[in-house]
């Protein structure tokens, strides 16, 4: 194998074993890598891509429902409960702990709680989303210089 | 086989169908339970149904109370959250045969399908 590719190939292991190490994803992100082959060759990007579209809108729909002088905690909690759902699908682990705690907020109807969970959610979901955005660009740079799947 | 994955979650709904479709399965989805129930009564059939339990407009509790009602006899998996006691309880009481917490595995998955195929006249429905 040509030295670039095997470079970027060490490159791209190293980075995906560092992610799995820091906690960022969980072994549910090596069954997305499974279902990934010839027929669907790009298949763990669009789908965290999805994740990255539906989760940035429902943070986005956090912040308003805690911005209302009356908190609708029954709906707060319905947003997260489909962010622990789609973060534990594609194994955003931290995302997911957070959203575990934020969900025991709701139930206590404790808005400063809740407030705060919504600044740690946002922080942890725009980590891993800078983590797996890099983890594609590797693939990218790996699969351009002659690099294939499965490695 | 076919398989029905009823869950409101883009990302769940994707994930399953791949998962399903990857083990040789044809599989439909649903946004909710009465996107569900409407594809059944207009006369798909599914020999096994994986049910969300969180939805709108239709939970997959009621919606699962409504298909054993109408006398679907597809096996149902209620698909919960958390693990919680009563969580499975509520979908085991619905008619579901059983539940499991997701996300859902190829193995787990597997052991699902083990059982559909067990189960006596079960066989492939039909789709429309």
Known sequence: ?????????????????????????????????????????????????????????????????????VIDFKKVDSHVHQLKGSSSSIGAQKVQNVCMTFRSCCEQQNADGCLTCLQVLSSEYFLVKNKLETLFKIEQQFMAAGGSFPM | MFALVVDDDRTTRIFHQVLISSEG??????????????????????????????????????????????????????ITSWDRKFEIEDFLAAGADKCLAKPLTIEKLRSIFAEVANVPGQTSGTKN
């Open chain 1, 1 to 69: 194998m040509d030295g670039v590719v095997l470079q970027l190939q060490r490159k791209l292991i190293d980075y995906t074993n560092s992610l799995f190490h820091e906690g960022y994803i969980n072994e549910q992100f090596s069954q997305l890598q499974q279902l990934q082959d010839e027929s669907n060759p790009n298949f763990v990007m669009e789908v965290v891509s999805l994740f990255f579209q539906d989760s940035e809108r429902l943070l986005n729909e956090l912040g308003k429902a805690l911005g209302q002088p």
């Open chain 2, 25 to 78: 399965i044809d599989v439909h989805v649903a946004e909710d339970g009465h996107q569900a129930v409407r594809m059944i009564t207009e006369g798909n059939k599914y020999d096994l149904i994986l049910m969300d339990r969180d939805m709108p407009t239709m939970n997959g509790l009621t919606a699962t109370k409504m298909l054993r009602e109408m006398g679907v006899t597809s096996t149902i998996v209620g």
